[in-house]
């Protein structure tokens, strides 16, 4: 069985940082990676990674957030830096097994204050 276990949301305020973490486990994945849906909008590409180590960002958290991943652990983190109001949204993580079926986490709440 496939499972996902997210954490390290919380409260920041505007400039800080936060580090989020997903634990998988149950099957070999491919990519892996982040998205958030804040109240009222649509789920949105954060970042992903490749098992290969390709990553992909959204134009409005390249240069402050980095994706990396631990293939042994099959872990994968969002490091996210100068957070801004706007990034605040629940995040999930999302991985793909190499049979190309999508599981997704519970999601974690990161509210940035201003």
């Known amino acids: 069985q496939v499972q996902l276990v997210e954490s390290g949301g919380g409260l920041v305020q505007a400039g800080g940082s936060l580090r989020l973490s997903c634990a998988a486990s149950?099957?070999?994945?491919?990519?892996m990676g982040w998205y958030r849906q804040a109240p009222g909008k649509q789920r949105e590409l954060v970042a992903v990674?490749?098992?290969?180590?390709?990553?992909n960002y959204a134009d409005s958290v390249k240069g402050r957030f980095t994706i990396s991943r631990d293939n042994a652990k099959n872990t994968v983190y969002l490091q996210m830096n100068n957070l801004k109001p706007e990034d605040t949204a629940a995040y999930y993580c999302?991985?793909?097994?190499?049979?190309?079926?999508?599981?997704w986490g519970q999601g974690t709440q990161v509210t940035v204050s201003s």
């Open positions: 149950g099957s070999i994945f491919s990519n």
């Open positions: 990674l490749t098992r290969g180590g390709s990553t």
């Open positions: 999302a991985a793909n097994t190499i049979g190309g079926e999508r599981h």
